[in-house]
């Protein structure tokens, strides 16, 4: 085995595999993320655009984006990261690249995505 | 002490039952042979040595050829020595040793040789500041290594004085690293944390008891 085999031997056994829907830079998708507090475990929603998807394989991530009272709050998942209860995928945007870092500069109605025609 | 040969693949994260990330090293270890047993009588100390990863006969002189003939294995690439192996452990000649010497959880030592880094300045090989402001007129000395010593006493640069120069590309000992997973049908080990080196080259997994 060589090490590319070994590497994607290790991810597919010891990493558990999450089951998420397929998404992409552009849409807009909801992630439900568990929080503990002491003992206590709640669900918070974090919804906003996903700016890109970065790295390969069990150490992959994911940037979402959203406006929060007019500041522009980013937040970085692992995608197999155990805290991700579910993601829900809200609207599928059309965009001409996969890492869309241009939206970053842009307010207001130029922030818009156009939604895919199904 | 006990220890095997190993290769270092590449980093990878998993999670523990908390669900926290750790990063971890993959380690192929072993199987390692032992090619000789160094005893107190006839070399004056005691200790085996370990032969690791298979190599091409077309690529070993002869000497090493008679030498893995003698263990009635084919030639390997590494060999390493490892004073006395723990008691538990008593290893004989020809004998094989695997990754089942660990257990997942325990502390471990690692040695790998660290990453060339070419001719560096003081900054990044020794951690220096760099001399005054970036600016107020300042020009040129961002990254500079200061003064090297006093005038007409010493009147020379002591010996050992930090300066620029090669970097990297040192054996180096990381102690204290947690096994964080083993997967003895292939080998492996997963180590939290970095490993010196590049993937692909050989290090040294040692364990003190």
């Known amino acids: ?118 | 002490m006990s220890g095997l040969i190993g290769k270092k693949i590449g980093m990878t994260s998993v999670y523990d039952a908390d669900g926290k990330n750790i990063p971890c090293t993959v380690i192929l270890a072993g199987p390692c042979v032992v090619t000789q047993v160094r005893s107190k009588e006839k070399d004056g100390y005691e200790a085996i040595q370990l032969a690791f990863d298979d190599k091409k006969e077309k690529q070993t002189n002869k000497a090493e050829r008679g030498h893995f003939a003698k263990a009635g294995i084919s030639p390997k690439k590494v060999l390493a020595e490892f004073s006395r192996f723990e008691s538990g452990h008593q290893k004989t000649f020809g004998d094989i040793i695997k990754v089942d010497i660990f257990e997942e959880g325990e502390y471990i030592d690692v040695v790998g040789t660290s990453k060339g880094k070419g001719f560096q300045g003081v900054v990044k090989r020794h951690n220096f500041a760099g001399v005054g402001q970036a600016t107020h007129g300042q020009h040129n000395r961002l990254r500079a290594p200061g003064s090297i010593g006093a005038s007409s006493w010493p009147s020379r640069v002591f010996k050992g004085m930090k300066m620029a120069g090669r970097m990297g590309g040192n054996r180096v000992k990381l102690v204290n690293l947690q096994i964080v997973k083993i997967i003895s049908e292939k080998n492996l080990v997963l180590v939290k944390g970095a490993v010196p080196g590049s993937n692909g080259s050989y290090v040294i997994i040692e364990r003190w008891k």
């Open chain 1, 1 to 118: 085995m060589n090490k590319a085999e070994i590497m994607k031997y290790v991810e597919d056994n010891v990493i558990e595999k999450r089951e998420l829907p397929a998404f992409k830079a552009g849409d807009t998708i909801t992630v439900h993320y568990k929080i503990k507090e002491g003992n206590k475990e709640r669900i918070q929603n974090f919804q906003g655009v996903v700016l890109q998807r970065a790295g390969k394989g069990a150490t992959e991530t994911f940037t979402v984006r959203k406006i929060s009272g007019n500041i522009g709050v980013e937040r970085i998942f692992p995608v197999s990261s155990p805290f991700i209860d579910k993601i829900d995928v809200n609207k599928r945007g059309v965009v001409r690249r996969a890492r869309i870092f241009y939206l970053r500069e842009l307010q207001g109605k130029k922030a818009r995505i156009k939604e895919k025609r199904k």
